[in-house]
């Protein structure tokens, strides 16, 4: 069975850094396009940044764009999400998710993760 585990994320402070990372397991991990999201209390899910299955192409929602940088390592069947510059709006709990191709719509994933919390302190 397929599963996505995140990990990485703590409290970190305003202007620091933090790498989170998702790891796929399963075969199938390569074909598809991988996409981070993220849901802050009181509020929907949020896309943040996309990669093709081929890393051709990312893909960052406008709050994140120049700071978060999104890969992937096929070998190690993993997606990476770097996070620079933090602020207090970036607080919330990251999903990684898989889908056939890159989009800002969640309904379009069919596999999350459960999720890693990252809380930055202002």
């Known amino acids: 069975q397929v599963r996505l585990v995140e990990f990485g994320g703590r409290l970190v402070q305003a202007g620091g850094s933090l790498r989170l990372s998702c790891a796929a397991s399963g075969r199938t991990f390569s074909a598809y396009s991988m996409g981070w999201f993220r849901q802050a209390p009181g509020t929907e899910r949020e896309f943040v940044a996309g990669?093709?299955?081929?890393?051709?192409?990312?893909y960052y929602a406008d709050s994140v764009k120049g700071r978060f940088t999104i890969s992937r390592d096929k070998a190690k069947n993993t997606v990476y999400l770097q996070m620079n510059s933090l602020k207090s709006d970036d607080t919330a709990v990251y999903y990684c998710a898989r889908s056939p191709r890159v989009t800002v719509e969640s309904g379009a994933y069919d596999l999350w993760g459960q999720g890693t919390q990252v809380t930055v302190s202002s």
């Open positions: 990669i093709t299955w081929n890393s051709a192409t990312t």
